[in-house]
């Protein structure tokens, strides 16, 4: 099977700091995994590298550091229905950041056949779209949310409205980056068991966070990265450890 990413040798610079220093790491189809690390230390930056929002540097034998899917050039557009993302950033541009105005919880899930943050092109949504979209939202148990405003949920609800759009495109992957950030105890809970199903549905899980109690039994590979390096990967029992852990946050 193809992973779903491989690193080989894989640097990114952003003004003038390495944000990610020589990273080798694949993570195959079907491998639910967890990246680690304090804030700053580079995990969000392997979401951009996925998602192609940030370029590698280039070997200098011309060779790709970066394959997603074992390709190393995507059409973005195409790319985006392969894989499936939520985070607290996604939210905020949905609920506050959009200038195209409200959009309810049918617009956002509709949104993501077409790669926007709830615009439409009503000539390009046909009826399959519309039927996907309404078992999507039904899947995550807010069909009843459809013509609401995502500004009028709870954040909880309007996270799994978010999920449903990440899934409507049937992704090979689900990139969580924070996904449970500003939710209370109850709707992280919702939340990750909504994960969970996904997961044993056989989407492949990669979670980027800083909070190991979001750890679902299904993720049973850990990354931990810091300072821009991967500083230990392996199974959740040999990663999960004081030693390891303590040593990637600084702090016993």
Avoid: C
């Avoid at 949310?145 to 759009?165: I, P």
């Avoid at 679902?216 to 390096?229: D, K, T």
């Amino acid at each position: 099977m193809t992973p779903v990413l491989e690193l080989r040798d894989a640097s990114v610079v952003k003004n003038d700091r390495r944000i990610l220093d020589s990273l080798t790491l694949t993570i195959a189809e079907g491998e639910h995994t967890a990246i680690i690390g304090p804030n700053g230390a580079g995990e969000s930056a392997l979401v951009s590298l996925l998602t192609h929002d940030d370029r590698p540097l280039l070997h200098e034998d011309g060779s790709p550091s970066v394959l997603v899917f074992g390709e190393r050039r995507w059409n973005v557009f195409d790319l985006r229905a392969q894989l499936g993302i939520i985070s607290a950033d996604l939210h905020h541009r949905f609920v506050l950041g959009n200038n195209e105005g409200r959009v309810t919880g049918e617009a956002a899930v509709l949104s993501g056949f077409l790669a926007t943050q709830g615009i439409l092109r009503y000539g390009a949504l046909t009826s399959e779209m519309r039927s996907r979209a309404t078992e999507a939202l039904t899947r995550m148990g807010v069909a009843h949310l459809a013509k609401r405003h995502l500004d009028e949920m709870s954040t909880g609800e309007a996270r799994r409205v978010l999920l449903a759009r990440a899934l409507v495109t049937a992704p090979r992957a689900l990139i969580l980056d924070e996904p449970t950030t500003g939710l209370d105890m109850v709707a992280r809970h919702d939340f990750t068991e909504r994960v969970r199903q996904v997961a044993r549905a056989g989407t492949t899980i990669i979670l980027i966070t800083h909070h190991i109690e979001e750890i679902v039994p299904e993720i049973q590979r850990i990354v931990l990265v810091s300072h821009g390096r991967i500083a230990a990967a392996g199974s959740k029992r040999e990663m999960l450890t004081s030693d390891h852990v303590s040593a990637v946050f600084n702090a016993p």
